[in-house]
């Protein structure tokens, strides 16, 4: 079990990483217009910690990975539903970041990932500055504004 939820782990944690990246080196077109310049930001640093993160799961002590709900059925319904948010026509950019803020902040607890606090705190400042986020779903693998009628 522990070889799939490792795997498990690690997808989020790569999703989590690409669709940041995304958004922040070729999306600002969905930032509002005055914080744009902002952006990326310290990517880079960010992008880095999510990497040390995805190379520490094999060093992790699984007693604290299961301490805080990261194992078997539960870490199967936190995954699913952050795959769910990243189908084409299907999850919205809110609900992405609402589920990395969970998967994020719960990480952080782990020792020797306490680090991931920057991740989320990165991710809130993106989260931040973009307007509509319930309006905002995935089309052919890039994040849309929902037209409204």
Known sequence: MRDDDKKKLDDMLRIIHDELERLVTKQLDLFRQELKEHF???WPIIADRIERARDGL??????YVEGVGLIGRELAF???LLKYE???GKGTLYGLFKRANS??????KIPLLGFLETVKEYKEQVECSIDDL???????GKWVRAVTQ
């Open 58 to 63: 094999k060093d992790l002590d699984w007693v």
């Open 86 to 88: 990243v189908t084409d």
């Open 134 to 140: 319930e309006r905002i779903k995935r089309k052919d």
């Open 103 to 108: 998967i994020l902040g719960t990480l952080s």
């Open 78 to 80: 936190k995954y699913d």
């Open 40 to 42: 990326p930001g310290p």
